[in-house]
């Protein structure tokens, strides 16, 4: 055998070896079966590659170790915000006893409510997250109303500004928010940033950017770092969040990060429809404590609460949850409650979604849902933005059009909506995609609304979308090219780590 042969042999041997050992790793920490499996076709097929793969992507480096401090955060918010600030606390409490109240004393014949009351419970007791009625909310279809309003009230901004995106880019409308919170720092307001280290890691070149509001006063700083990701391991959790937060009583989520393409300004997707929210109400509390919580894990820096969270008058009659979830949690709390809530549909399931990779629990509810009658409907972009996913997204489409549901491609231009209408009863919008990485890694943030008004307007979007959709025909799906069908289950095998 030549000296080349030899090498590469023993590349072979030594790459099994590691990969069996890794492998041995992998199920002695019990994940999901399908990523299990998933890894250990990696290892086979690719020897000493898929290693490399595993070593940025795969990683949980002892996730419970990693997010400790963040534990530790909210511990230290939690209590300052119940010893702190009573007052506060006993307003949310009042009002949730009494919307509690209300809910439970429904009984469970009577279907409508049933699903809230058992959506409501999940996330009370996977987060405690607090839900409250006092609350206008504002629902935005695309970035110009989004950034329209959001640029007025930070113009009208008196004490903080509190912002955490995924991505911020060096834009038009980047610079045009950078120029007005220096302009409000100058005026004496408070102004925090955090954004996701890997979410902007493409515009490296834009961090002159980032220098100029640094050096103007705004703290800003990226999200868990990942300068090392083949040592450090923690490229693979990353912050999805999008939120807003103005002298405590006006927040913002949703899907819209800060870019010029959220504008419908760039040519490969032309019109960018998404959905974003604006809260004013008691809600806003838990978007400034997650942001606070997020603030104190990058930075270490404990803030003083009090003045973060103001009296708040009467604003609306909205009822909302906002949830968090991600790596730190005990729960996957938006994976449940989506869960939870496609189980006690009666009616009608509606979701957009720029990605969708269910994992089985979700597959198997849909399919359910949709065999027995209820009107399962999906919407979903024509254009594909990331390829791989796309062709994954479209493999499990097949289930959901064999029991009965139904698929739209929308095509207008780019549908970057993260919705779920449930029953015309509860809706849910915010950062989450409808995918393993936004369930089970990603630090995502969603609102469940189930104030019927407010979800009456999400669903008047949603039909308005169907207008600008063209639906998928089982007679076309199925007499798509072999290839394609062929790159669509390459694609599902590794939909469990994409």
């Known amino acids: 055998m030549s000296v080349v042969g030899v090498l590469f042999l023993s590349y072979l041997i030594i790459s099994y070896i590691a990969g069996a050992i890794i ?9 999901d079966p399908a990523r299990t499996v998933t890894w250990l076709l990696i ?50 409490e009042l009002e949730q006893s009494s919307i509690k109240r209300k809910i439970l004393e429904y009984e469970d014949e009577e279907e409508e409510e049933y699903a809230k009351k058992r959506v409501i419970s999940l996330l009370l007791n996977t987060g405690m997250f607090p839900f409250t009625s006092n609350n206008k909310i504002d629902v935005y279809v695309d970035g110009n109303e989004k950034f329209d309003n959001l640029l007025r009230d930070i113009k009208e901004a008196k004490n903080h500004i509190h912002l955490e995106y995924f991505i911020i880019k060096d834009s038009e ?9 220096i302009e409000k720092v100058k005026e004496g307001v408070k102004v925090r940033i955090l954004y996701d280290d890997v979410g902007c890691w493409r515009f490296w070149f834009h961090r002159k950017f ?32 999008k939120i807003v937060v103005i002298d405590g009583n006006i927040g913002y989520t949703g899907g819209i990060n800060i870019g010029d393409e959220y504008l419908g300004r760039n040519k490969k997707f032309g019109y960018w429809r998404d959905t974003h929210i604006r809260i004013k109400g008691t809600s806003v509390y838990m978007l400034q404590m997650i942001f606070l919580i997020d603030w104190y894990y990058t930075t270490r820096d404990a803030i003083d609460l009090k003045e973060y969270f103001p009296k708040m008058d009467y604003c609306g009659d909205s009822m909302v949850q906002v949830v968090a979830s991600g790596p730190d949690s005990d729960w996957e709390a938006i994976h449940y409650a989506y869960f939870s809530a496609i189980c006690q549909a009666k ?58 549901g139904k698929v739209y491609l929308y095509t207008k231009g780019f549908i970057h909506s993260k919705v779920m209408i449930i029953d015309d009863k509860i809706a849910s919008t915010g950062s989450a995609n409808m995918d393993l990485r936004s369930f089970m890694l990603n630090f995502e943030i969603n609102a469940f609304i189930y104030d019927e008004k407010v979800v009456k307007v999400i669903t008047d979007d949603f039909f308005e ?9 089982d007679v076309d799906f199925n007499n798509r090219k072999m290839m394609k069908k062929i790159s669509e289950s390459i694609a599902r095998l590794f939909s469990p780590i994409l």
Request: proline share 4%; no cysteine.
């Open 173 to 181: 409308i980047g610079r045009k928010i950078k120029n007005l919170l």
């Open 23 to 31: 492998s041995m790793s992998i199920i002695l920490e019990n994940r």
């Open 347 to 404: 009616k009608s399931i509606y979701i957009e979604t720029p990605y969708f990779i269910p994992d089985e629990s979700l597959l198997i509810a849909l399919k359910s849902a949709a065999l027995s009658g209820v009107d399962v409907r999906i919407i979903f972009p024509k254009i594909a933005d990331h390829k791989m996913v796309n062709n994954a997204s479209y493999s499990y489409f097949d289930d959901i059009l064999r029991s009965g």
């Open 465 to 473: 979308d169907l207008k600008n959709s063209e639906e998928i025909k």
């Open 43 to 92: 290892f086979i097929l690719l020897p000493g590659i898929g290693l490399v793969i595993y070593a940025v992507f795969g990683r949980n480096i002892r996730k419970r170790k990693l997010f400790k401090t963040q534990k530790l955060a909210h511990n230290i918010k939690e209590k300052n915000l119940f010893e702190n600030l009573k007052e506060i606390q006993e307003l949310v």
């Open 210 to 241: 980032f220098n100029e509001m640094k050096k103007s006063g705004i703290e800003i700083m990226p999200f868990l770092p990942a300068k090392l990701p083949f040592i450090g391991g923690k490229l693979n959790y990353r912050n999805h969040r």
